[in-house]
């Protein structure tokens, strides 16, 4: 092994440098290329490994040294040459420790425009157990023998950690990788091969094709012996599409092949771009072994096996996930790997999923690795992506798709900043007149992408007229809001049975940024059903005035069948939360909500269940409540169980499937008597199972073991325990470790819990812990003091800073009480999670709590008029 001696004579100077302010590097360096080799013998159970890595780089300033990331390596040989390559002098190099920077420092000054080639020999390891970097996964083979792979996440900060680089995201380059690996085992990297040597030993090179230019974040290399399975797409080139997987679950992957062909193809048709490598790999890791859940590496990407495994027994609704994920990082093969944001505060360029309570902007500066890491939340994934389907709607999706085509087009193989993508749709707006003229795309998104939160529209009658009173503020869900005049450019769709649904889809008029109010004619008829914003188009809540709530009540009384679904799913989240923040009356919220009554529509009880439980939560506390709600609540699910509950029924769809989710939750978790007849059904066929294995195959089945366990006793949990330490399918394994959540008795939860620490790998035990703090308040304090006992225990555990802090993050979710909060921010302190997080925890607990004080008895005296 050619670096795991030290060069007895290496003289190397580790000290604390002074000077750099800043967590980003300095830009008086570029590199424009990479050549990196990786020398492994994993396949030999050997998880060291020798790496040499030649950075090829421009100068930009005249500097006598040369700053680069650098973290857990162990530094060989430092070499500099010119671009004669002739040497030049290195006089020592040295790090800063807190911001990973290594510098290399010269005796003479490199002069600007010159370039250089800094080539570095290291050792390091895959034997980490934080799941970042380069790091190891296993299995057990059938002859019990233990085989290692090693396989990388990068994003966000961590390529530095597994080969001297330039760590940041404004910086795209060029790779050309080789590793080796053992003749039984293969490398797979981000392009596809160029060759293959055989050598020594019973070892291979593997050289791979030069990759596009792309960030550190985004390279990506496995070397593993998991099984292949091979299909091509074919629309614009031949593209070879292929899913790997321990070879045990290789069954499981003809599925994720044939729609990645399926998605790839659609997505170059749609972006209209072709795809940019003549590979795609999607690699299933186990669960145990995998924090990130997916990562969109270009050309090979990464999941859960649980995203991207499908076996005979995986139900329809586990299928359309396997679609959704993948599908998901494809589109990162397009956003945020062709084109990419110059830096993290643009994350939201890549991911812009939904959801809809936020506490930052859009676009937020950060520095610091924690910080970076804590980016990746809901407002990245969802704010954004709920803001960008607005802007769909504004502009009409075929003026939309223009300008994201545009976008890529002038941006591909470039970093890019949200003016960018400003500027290609204000391109295609102008051309079709999409927008009014004193508007421009770049007015309307900064308004929300620079700014935290989202507004509330209140739209108040005059009278009888046809003139309305249009209000906009921030939407907080505390009652007592703090001042504040943020304001944005908002569209405002409206529907009436009249229009015709004319200004459903497409804005009727703007509220401007910097107007509170305004005033505005809209033609309504007599009998009109009027909506504002229908189907949630927009990304703003609604109130009206009384007697326009009171009209939308006798719709839905009389003819909810006037109301499109997703409109009715609407008006239970916005009059749940309006009546939750003190500006609507939790009456009217539940005579909206009470239609459903009469109602098995899957997406106004996706609504409902979300805000059930939200009530179940904050309720928890205040028995006579809860049980006022409980009853409520099986009135009001009685019909959905009868046709959903017990069996499937022939040609469902998988809203179907997910109703009957929420079917048994909601009337398991309430009492209601046919649910927890069968789930006692249920809990003797956990005992009657003592001769076989226990076997959990779809989500329904699981939710019928979780009701059980809630009544389990020591006997039942050591079965399903037993099940647990068999079971090989990741799916499989998800389903049982979230069935053993559900126990509601205090020790025997405990009991669980330190089975699952020490028997099972530290993502299940984070998914346990998090399932369990999810069912019930029995859990959540369960789990705060299983962690405040063990801090000094759990070593792996606590490593992984990123999962912890999600963890604490879902645990303050479920506290409505003073003693709780208390003892979660005093596991904050000892955990020493960062300074903002503490903060942010402490606000929303006291949010909580307050919530809890005011709406209990608003809630309560609302509930109790449909009661018997």
């Known amino acids: 092994m050619r670096f795991k001696s030290f060069y007895i004579g290496l003289l190397l100077w580790v000290t604390v440098c002074e000077g750099f302010e800043s967590y980003r590097l300095p830009n008086t360096t570029k590199p424009t290329h990479y050549d990196l080799f990786i020398d492994t013998n994993i396949h030999e159970g050997d998880l060291d490994y020798n790496g040499t890595v030649k950075i090829y780089i421009d100068i930009l300033e005249d500097t006598k040294q040369i700053v680069l990331h650098s973290s857990r390596s162990t530094l060989v040989n430092v070499e500099l040459k010119n671009s004669d390559l002739l040497n030049i002098p290195v006089i020592k190099y040295d790090t800063e420790i807190e911001k990973d920077f290594l510098i290399v420092h010269v005796a003479s000054e490199l002069k600007n425009g010159s370039s250089v080639v800094l080539e570095i020999d290291f050792v390091n390891s895959i034997n980490r157990t934080d799941q970042k970097g380069f790091y190891r996964t296993s299995y057990t083979t059938d002859e019990n023998v233990v085989k290692y792979a090693g396989l990388t996440q990068f994003q966000a900060c961590d390529a530095r950690s597994a080969f001297p680089c330039y760590d940041e995201p404004g910086i795209k380059t060029t790779f050309d990788v080789r590793i080796t690996c053992g003749n039984d085992y293969h490398a797979r990297a981000n392009a596809g091969i160029a060759s293959v040597t055989m050598l020594s030993d019973k070892k291979k090179l593997v050289k791979f094709k030069r990759s596009p230019k792309m960030q550190t974040y985004l390279l990506a290399f496995l070397v593993s012996d998991y099984a292949v399975k091979r299909d091509y797409a074919n629309s614009t080139k031949r593209i070879t599409v292929q899913s790997l997987a321990r070879p045990s679950q290789a069954d499981q992957l003809n599925y994720s092949v044939d729609a990645a062909v399926k998605l790839i193809d659609e997505l170059q048709s749609y972006f209209d771009h072709p795809y940019e490598l003549d590979k795609i790999d999607n690699v299933a890791i186990r669960n145990t072994d995998y924090s990130a859940g997916a990562m969109e590496n270009w050309g090979l990407v990464t999941y859960l096996e649980s995203y991207l495994l499908v076996g005979a027994a995986s139900s329809e609704s586990a299928k359309r996930d396997v679609v959704i994920v993948i599908a998901h990082e494809f589109a990162h093969q397009f956003f945020g790997n062709l084109l990419a944001p110059k830096w993290w505060s643009y994350l939201w360029l890549n991911e812009g999923f939904a959801t809809f309570i936020t506490v930052r902007p859009m676009t937020h500066y950060v520095e610091t690795v924690p910080e970076i890491d804590r980016l990746f939340d809901s407002i990245a994934y969802a704010k954004s992506g709920s803001v960008l389907r607005m802007m769909l709607y504004v502009l009409g999706e075929q003026t939309f798709i223009k300008g994201l085509r545009h976008y890529i087009k002038k941006n591909q ?45 209140t739209v108040e009658r005059i009278a009888d007229s046809n003139e309305f009173k249009f209000t906009q503020k921030r939407f907080y869900r505390t009652p007592s809001p703090p001042e504040n005049n943020q304001t944005w450019w908002i569209p405002i769709f409206v529907y009436t049975n009249s229009s015709e649904g004319a200004y459903g889809d497409k804005p009727l008029f703007w509220i401007p940024q910097g107007t509170s109010a305004m005033t505005r004619k809209i033609p309504i008829e007599e009998n009109d059903v009027f909506i504002l914003n229908p189907g949630q188009l927009g990304y703003y809540r609604v109130n009206y005035d009384k007697a326009t709530w009171n009209s939308l009540v006798e719709t839905l009384e009389s003819s909810p069948e006037t109301l499109d679904s ?85 040609g469902e769809n998988t809203n179907d499937h997910d109703a009957r989710l929420i079917a048994v939750d909601l009337s398991c978790r309430v009492g209601q008597q046919k649910c927890t007849d069968y789930a006692a059904v249920k809990k003797t066929n956990i005992l009657d199972q003592r001769t076989h294995r226990l076997v959990i195959r779809s989500e329904t089945e699981q939710r019928w073991y979780c009701n059980a366990l809630r009544t389990a006793r020591e006997l039942e949990v050591e079965l399903f325990q037993e099940a647990l330490e068999m079971e090989e399918d990741s799916q499989a394994r998800s389903y049982l470790i979230n069935s053993l959540a559900c126990v509601r008795d205090r020790v025997l939860l405990e009991q669980v819990m330190e089975y699952v620490a020490e028997q099972v790998g530290t993502n299940e035990l984070y998914r346990f812990m998090g399932a369990a703090a999810e069912d019930s308040a029995v859990g959540m304090n369960t789990v705060i003091g299983f962690l405040t006992e063990r801090r000094n225990q759990m070593d792996d555990f606590f490593s992984n800073t990123r999962a912890v802090e999600r963890l604490i993050s879902k645990l303050a979710e479920k506290i409505v009480d003073r003693t709780s909060a208390d003892r979660l921010l005093m596991l904050a302190k000892v955990l020493r999670i960062a300074p903002d997080l503490e903060a942010n925890l402490s606000g929303k607990l006291d949010e909580q709590i307050h919530w809890k004080e005011r709406n209990v008895p608003l809630v309560r005296a609302a509930l109790e008029r449909y009661q018997p």
Do not use: C
């Open 413 to 457: 193989n470039s970093v890019v900043e949200p003016s960018d993508l400003y500027y290609s749709l204000q391109n295609a707006t102008t051309e079709d007149q999409s927008l009014p003229t004193s508007l421009t795309i770049a007015t309307v998104m900064e308004s929300w992408a620079n700014q935290p939160g989202a507004p509330v529209v």
């Open 566 to 650: 997703a409109t009715r799913g609407q008006l239970i989240d916005d009059s749940m939360n309006l009546a939750n923040a003190g500006i609507l009356d939790h009456e009217t919220s539940f005579k909206i909500l009470d239609h459903l009554r009469n109602s098995t529509d899957f997406l106004p009880w996706k609504s409902a269940y979300r805000n059930i439980l939200e009530l179940d939560k904050m309720l928890a506390a205040d028995n006579d409540a809860l049980e006022l709600l409980h009853q409520y609540i099986i009135q009001l699910s009685t019909k959905l169980f009868e046709s959903y509950g017990m069996k499937e029924r022939v």
